[in-house]
């Protein structure tokens, strides 16, 4: 059963820093795509950054520069480093799995239950 799992959210000043993770169990395919999208209430759901088995990176122009995408070695977390962050920024962050071929960062088949960060004034 795959699960992926948010963590890391919370309250941080206006420019400051924030690395949330997402922790995917039962990943057992060789190709995949994971990724970070977020949420405003009452906006559709906005792509940030993705990340697949071959460490090809991908980032929506709206946050290249400011956020990095990493997985660990064990290949079972994916982080969201941001940097310089944004009132505007504050959102519920989803991690998303695809396995779908071609791999992409949208249409994602699997999706965690997200993790609130709130960027204050």
């Known amino acids: 059963q795959v699960q992926l799992v948010e963590s890391g959210g919370g309250l941080v000043p206006a420019g400051n820093s924030l690395t949330v993770s997402c922790v995917a169990s039962g990943f057992t395919w060789a190709y995949y795509a994971i990724g970070w999208f977020r949420q405003v209430p009452g906006k559709e759901r906005e792509t940030l950054s993705c990340?697949?088995?071959?460490?090809?990176?991908y980032y929506e122009d709206s946050v290249k520069g400011r956020f990095t995408i990493s997985i660990n070695a064990a290949r079972d977390t994916v982080y969201l480093q941001m940097t310089n962050l944004k009132p505007e920024d504050t959102a519920v962050y989803y991690c998303g799995g695809r396995i779908k071929r071609p791999l992409m960062c949208e249409n994602m088949d699997f999706w965690g239950k997200g993790t609130l960060v709130t960027v204050s004034a």
């Open positions: 990340i697949d088995n071959d460490e090809k990176t």
